[in-house]
């Protein structure tokens, strides 16, 4: 990556970084994009080069993780099996040194319960699907190559997608639910697993 090309990632994770923080600050109502720009020290014409809402940017850091781990399982070894290098590629995205930012609250409860109002936004959760749909079809497109099926032709390769977008949220959400929150990748590798039991490599 260039540096131009690293300048205008590192400009839109903080973007991206603000608009989380001050959501769980403040609530998703009360957060203008304004304020975004002003804690990511931009102009508001910034933004707007970058995201088209507030939604689409707190979205913004998931839909990254999961195009990262598209572009991790086109780089795995070519004999690696499917689903251990499904698994290999993205659990590294949700490791805490994944991210490109420091916690954004030190509070960790007043961290999580802010997460979990924030997600239960109608237009955060129109947001995900979108960005599910996006990350499903990359994803698709990189199981296809490794699997030499056709992206256009074959199911396997949109259900293998599909089913590790799903066990993504899943994760994530069980995550927000318990009280007493297990690590997301810890819970991920565990639904991956329970997948690949029962979708094998066709």
Same mark, same amino acid.
């Given at each position: 990556m260039g540096l131009r090309e690293r300048k205008k990632a590192e400009t839109r994770s903080a973007l991206s970084w603000a608009a989380v923080r001050l959501t769980v600050e403040r609530g998703f109502e009360n957060v203008k994009v304004e304020d975004i720009v002003a804690a990511a020290g931009v102009s508001p014409r910034t933004f707007n080069n970058y995201f088209a809402s507030k939604a689409e940017a707190i979205v913004a850091r998931?839909?990254?993780?999961?195009?990262?781990?598209?572009?991790?399982?086109?780089?795995?070894?070519?004999?690696?099996?499917?689903?251990?290098?499904?698994?290999?590629?993205?659990?590294?995205?949700?490791?805490?040194?994944?991210?490109?930012?420091?916690?954004?609250?030190?509070?960790g409860v007043q961290w999580m319960a802010g997460v979990r109002k924030m997600f239960t936004e109608p237009a955060l959760q129109g947001e995900m699907l979108r960005a599910g749909a996006v990350a499903? =079809?990359?994803?698709?497109? *990189?199981? +296809?190559?490794?699997?030499? #099926? $056709?992206?256009?032709?074959?199911?396997?390769?949109? !259900?293998?997608?599909?089913?590790?977008? =799903?066990?993504?949220?899943? *994760?994530? +959400?069980?995550?927000?639910? #318990? $009280?007493?929150?297990?690590?997301?990748?810890?819970? !991920?590798?565990?639904?991956?697993?329970?997948?690949?039991?029962?979708? *094998?490599?066709?």
């Open positions: 998931h839909l990254d993780r999961w195009l990262r781990f598209a572009e991790a399982l086109r780089e795995r070894p070519v004999g690696e099996p499917l689903w251990e290098a499904i698994t290999g590629s993205v659990l590294p995205q949700f490791a805490p040194d994944a991210e490109s930012a420091a916690h954004p609250i030190a509070d499903e =079809a990359e994803i698709a497109a *990189a199981v +296809a190559e490794r699997t030499g #099926t $056709d992206l256009e032709q074959d199911l396997y390769p949109h !259900l293998v997608a599909s089913a590790v977008v =799903a066990a993504t949220n899943t *994760a994530m +959400a069980h995550h927000l639910r #318990t $009280d007493r929150p297990v690590p997301v990748e810890r819970l !991920l590798a565990d639904a991956l697993a329970r997948v690949a039991a029962g979708l *094998a490599k066709p």
